[in-house]
């Protein structure tokens, strides 16, 4: 059985013309090529070279062994390399306190599929993170944006209210309406006649995961982007009449490194391609 290393000094020696051009390629001293060229020989029961004043000159079967040997040996050339475990690498993640991941969910699958070292961990603050999937008004100082969508705002009545089966609400229909505070959203109080009608809100939550869930047990309504609607099966967001259209644009931010700006440029590729 021949081994590896005297095919590669093999091929290098055909591609050069000289046993000291493969020796320089592959990083071994000129006699190591020869005698590996040698045994080579032995072990075919021919030569491969002729050895002559302009340079390396392949015989016959040397020519037949390049043929079948070529493809195969820089296919295998660093395997051991390129299958090696990558070391690990983590990749901390913001997530603003509005903006949901579970639309996000089959990008970040995908993500690791591709890069299987990387270590997703979510953290609680902008600084702390090389990427944030962030609105664009608060996107982190320091940090570059790109777009993944526009989004629209709506109400979120739970599915069991009467409120829930209309086309629309207007601003007369969630009069007096208790509203779940949402004081980490910069959009929350800018639509005019949400206003709860009671001193204290019911409830307050911390993100709109939890304002979701309170607005399906039925402790008031929000004001949210109309894709959460998708995000829990007791929660439906209505559109807004008698009121100007809020939107917002949804992106992911980067840390200006070369590699938080990498995975913000795949992580937007793998969006648009799961669109």
Do not use: W
Not at 14 to 25: H, P, V
Not at 91 to 97: D, G, M, V
Not at 103 to 130: K, T
């Amino acid at each position: 059985m021949i081994e590896l290393t005297p095919l590669t000094y093999f091929k290098s020696a055909f591609e050069t013309g000289s046993f000291s051009g493969a020796a320089r390629a592959n990083g071994v001293r000129q006699p190591t090529v020869s005698t590996a060229i040698q045994k080579l020989e032995e072990a075919l029961g021919g030569a491969v070279f002729l050895r002559e004043r302009r340079g390396l000159v392949a015989t016959e079967l040397g020519k037949n062994l390049y043929d079948e040997i070529s493809d195969p040996v820089r296919k295998l050339t660093g395997v051991t390399e390129r299958m090696r475990a990558k070391p690990r690498k983590n990749l901390r993640i913001y997530c603003q306190p509005d903006v949901l991941v579970a639309p996000f969910a089959p990008v970040f699958r995908s993500l690791r599929q591709d890069a299987p070292e990387l270590v997703l961990n979510f953290c609680d603050g902008a600084d702390d993170a090389d990427i944030g999937l962030v609105s664009e008004l608060c996107c982190p100082s320091g940090h570059s944006f790109d777009m993944l969508r526009e989004e629209v705002y709506g109400v979120a009545v739970a599915c069991d209210r009467a409120l829930a089966k209309a086309q629309s609400l207007g601003l007369s229909d969630i009069a007096g309406e208790p509203r779940i505070d949402r004081p980490y959203c910069p959009q929350a109080n800018r639509l005019q006649g949400m206003e709860a009608d009671v001193d204290v809100a019911p409830a307050q939550a911390i993100n709109d995961q939890q304002v979701l869930d309170l607005v399906a047990a039925g402790l008031g309504i929000a004001f949210v982007p109309l894709s959460h609607s998708e995000a829990h099966k007791g929660v439906v967001v209505q559109r807004l009449r008698q009121a100007p259209e809020i939107r917002r644009t949804v992106g992911v931010s980067a840390r200006k490194t070369a590699f938080a700006q990498d995975i913000a440029n795949r992580f937007v590729a793998l969006f648009n391609q799961n669109q």
